[in-house]
């Protein structure tokens, strides 16, 4: 291995960075649906739209037509401080697994927040200071998206006040720690500070909260203090847009090499990394430049685009946002208890699902066991702890390249590696000990669910 | 910021990396002294020593001359996976601060063992395998060597038995499924797996253990089971050397940008990340090449350079390892609880002890609230959370940085950022409810160890 041209990490110099952000929509044919007003079922405004988020945020949620969004200097001064991320060659895996195939990740998991999530959080947090605004409110489920916001908001002096679902709050201490050292205010939700949250604990006394609950009252907080804004980790068009750094620099990093990817790997949940991975190169999909085969990973225990419906539905349980079309399984759909957190969303970022509809992209789902395998698998060899969620896409990534070696295929796979597993040692812990099972919601569980959908499909 | 022309983080090529380790005992004109056989107090043959270690390692511990070790290709590859490490511009840090001075910090976290320990824990494995071993034992307090020794050895295919101290083990189970994850077995410390351990239990029933306890167990098993070696993380010279990569990279990082630096700050614990920083700039100084003003940085609970004795003593509480001269507290000092686990141990590598002694390297001791205030500065303004060993550093080079603004002085400061706190989110629990306190020993608490001394110092 002595000899290889290609290094093991690719970094970027600084000056290689994205000075923009790619907007793919704007190569789309077909838009994503708009925002509806649940209320009167029109389009939302930008006007409707800035009571709960910033100004200019609205504007990028909004734009589907300019194909690049110029970053900030701020914003790309705070991006030197953790990125570029290295593209990593997986010599080690690839050996490992006696295939042909090249191998690559991009690693996302090397700073604080431990994800990718710090590049969305930054840019909402700045648009919201550039604003004027005192601080911003947000919920939280695994802490991943808190802990980046924290970050963010430390970083440009604003206050933040996050919602973590209850039973993370307990089970995750530790992520909640990391919040508070970055000066973040942390509620578990639901809690007697919203009315909603008053109104769900009069109802359910000793309930764990959910994520669509700490929604709501982020919403609600947001809108009620002055100076506040809500701001969302993911499903949002504007995320997508801002996550586009990772398959901008992606792309720039294989074309040093002169390396064209086959195969795109990456884990969904609301979509947020997967889109912004396979952004610059489902352009040039979309404008026939090229093609490539993207693979989305869902887990089994929450599969929206696999066994989900297109249509329009909330993005929360309460029922307080706008209606998003998307892959949903209904916004009542409770996943089995599965522990990429991450991932347990009942819908998907609208950008995607359109990608998804027009059948420009496969996806698949997974069981938890065979994840968490992979992920072992994937730390012995590269070194790396992965995240749950990202292991999702360790684990198709792996299957692709044995498909190689049985094939003699030199195929080269890209994958995202969104973050690492530090704080998810109670599932590794489960998983070491044989105490980690599978759930799979039945077909009525889903009928169920989706016979909810909001009347505005008709 | 725009027209920096060193970028936030300078990362060398592969090429640039070290292909041999820098051995700064062939520098020095007076050698750390000989480890002492504690029964005959003569100094160990090579061959007394490869009972305990393998023959290379034993080789390299009493290697005082040559000044390159070659580094193996496999270890190189090995290093490939998550070095080289970025230097970091502290930007940000300088502007929060209005300091003249010019911080860099060497960031050693971006690994799963999260701290610089993978260097060595690579190297001592690598050393083992190649000797036909089927496995290595070791101890581990905080957990961050016996996670890096876990993750060598599953990278090797080794086995790893890891005595961990019964506390950490109760206390930190992430730290422990991390290793178990990478194929360890970890068991807490005293154990019923050796004479010492049983012996232990029955005069201590309810201990909770201790490092030098730990240390006695996995030698007593390393020596009992066929085709074993014992590996430890610290104070010895051959893990000062393989830590050496950390300077020989960051000296040629600056180099790459013409910068010497006038100040060099590390903690110092058992002394192997400073140790490593500090070699190869210690060389130009020793070589009457270039000087430089070198801070070792420990906590004023566990003061072994500022408060201790230069003098022979155990490493372990149990008696049982050679003698090393060093700076000590007496090998039965029990430092007051801390959070930098990896900094309670009461003596330093002998190397820094003769360097220190001779006058060649300040030292200082820093209490843990003012470790933990500037940790959470940092965190805020750099977006690294980080681990508590490593924030000694930090506070240290933020006092010294504010000189600078008092005094006009443009000086470049490098510290060592060895950690990331992921895995120490108790402490900052405690220090964010204001429960953090300081435990300083008295002078009578170090004389009473002090006078406990081996009888070999006369």
Not at 425 to 436: F, L, S
């Amino acid at each position: 291995m002595a000899e290889q041209k290609i290094p093991y990490k690719i970094y970027l110099e600084e000056n290689e960075m994205p000075k923009a952000w790619y907007n793919v929509r704007s190569d789309m044919k077909k838009k994503p649906a708009p925002l509806l007003n649940p209320g009167t079922g029109k389009p939302m405004t930008a006007e409707e739209l800035e009571h709960v988020f910033c100004k200019e945020l609205v504007e990028q949620e909004l734009n589907n037509d300019d194909r690049y969004i110029e970053i900030p200097t701020e914003i790309r001064d705070f991006y030197k401080m953790y990125r570029p991320s290295p593209l990593v060659r997986a010599y080690c895996l690839e050996k490992k697994l006696g295939t042909p195939a090249k191998i690559y990740y991009k690693f996302e998991g090397n700073n604080t927040s431990g994800s990718h999530k710090l590049n969305s959080a930054i840019a909402q947090a700045y648009y919201a200071k550039k604003q004027g605004l005192k601080g911003v409110t947000t919920e939280t489920g695994a802490g991943q998206w808190g802990t980046a916001l924290s970050m963010a908001c430390a970083y440009l002096g604003l206050d933040c006040k996050v919602f973590m679902v209850k039973c993370s709050y307990e089970q995750k201490p530790f992520r909640r720690e990391v919040m508070r050292t970055y000066g973040a205010s942390v509620t578990p939700s639901p809690s007697m500070e919203t009315e909603i949250g008053k109104k769900i604990l009069a109802e359910y006394p000793g309930t764990n909260g959910s994520l669509g609950c700490a929604i709501s009252e982020a919403v609600e907080t947001a809108t009620k203090l002055d100076g506040y804004r809500y701001v969302l980790g993911s499903v949002l068009n504007q995320v997508v847009l801002h996550q586009s750094v990772i398959g901008l620099e992606t792309k720039t990093a294989l074309e040093k090499y002169g390396i064209k990817p086959d195969v795109i790997i990456g884990c969904a949940g609301g979509g947020s990394n997967l889109g912004g991975l396979i952004s610059p190169f489902m352009g040039e999909k979309l404008r026939g430049e090229a093609d490539y085969h993207f693979i989305a990973v869902e887990p089994a225990s929450c599969p929206s685009l696999t066994r989900g419906k297109y249509a329009y539905d909330f993005c929360d349980t309460g029922e307080v946002c706008p209606l998003l079309k998307m892959y949903t399984l209904g916004s009542q759909f409770i996943p089995s208890p599965s522990h990429a957190g991450g991932l347990r969303y009942h819908g998907m970022s609208s950008i995607l699902s359109e990608l998804y509809d027009e059948g420009l992209m496969e996806a698949r789902s997974v069981t938890q066991t065979d994840v968490f395998k992979a992920a072992e698998y994937f730390a012995r060899v590269e070194g790396i702890l992965p995240a749950p969620e990202s292991s999702h896409a360790i684990k198709v990534a792996i299957d692709e390249a044995i498909k190689c070696r049985e094939t003699g295929e030199e195929k080269t796979i890209v994958f995202g590696l969104t973050g690492t597993g530090y704080f998810d040692m109670v599932a590794y812990g489960q998983y070491n000990d044989n105490k980690m099972s599978d759930t799979i919601p039945t077909d009525e569980d889903i009928a169920a669910s989706l016979a909810k959908l909001p009347k505005v499909n008709g």
